[in-house]
């Protein structure tokens, strides 16, 4: 059983230089943000010439269109474990209590597979650079969620499908 009053624990350190790219998502926790009939999202992370990543997150929605929103994360310790990401407008990310917790709880040597989560447990996310997980990897990784004190109830497996993105609206 685990202690839900302590944060987390992260990995000790993201080459951030090897974290960009395009991520999959396999799984989520529900998130406001996102219908739970949302399909084929996917993260795409560079650095912008300041520093900062730059975040593109899409998706298709059931209605078939795409949604797309774009951000700007950056670490919040040495680690490079914890982010802090806004999707606010550029001009107003500066404004109080608008950036999100990113905190890298699991990563695998090879950069492929990550799990991310915020330190209230409320938000989830397993990552991977392909668009399908063997089920019982994906299982093996919302473990390691769960006995950090995530409750996987509502855990949304999300579809990944082969056809392309439409045009974003």
């Excluded at 009939?37 to 209605?63: L, M, P, W």
């Excluded at 799990?115 to 989830?124: A, E, N, Q, S």
Aim: proline content about 8%.
């Amino acid at each position: 059983m685990t202690d839900d009053t302590k944060d987390p624990i992260t990995v000790p350190s993201v080459d951030l230089t090897r974290y960009l790219g395009t991520w999959y998502e396999i799984a989520r926790l529900p998130f406001a943000h996102e219908d739970i009939a949302d399909r084929d999202v996917i993260a795409q992370y560079s650095f912008e010439e300041n520093g900062k990543i730059h975040v593109v997150n899409r998706c298709v929605t059931a209605s078939g269109e795409q949604e797309v929103a774009v951000g700007v994360a950056e670490p919040v310790d040495p680690s490079n474990a914890k982010l802090e990401i806004s999707f606010l407008p550029e001009g107003l990310r500066w404004v109080p209590f608008t950036k999100g917790d990113y905190w890298i709880l699991r990563l695998d040597p090879d950069y492929t597979t990550a799990l991310v989560g915020t330190p209230d447990r409320k938000h989830l996310w397993l990552l991977s650079r392909t668009p399908r997980m063997d089920p019982a990897r994906r299982d093996e990784w919302l473990a390691t969620a769960s006995a950090q004190g995530f409750d996987l109830t509502d855990i949304i497996h999300t579809p990944q499908t082969d056809e392309p993105f439409p045009s974003a609206k």
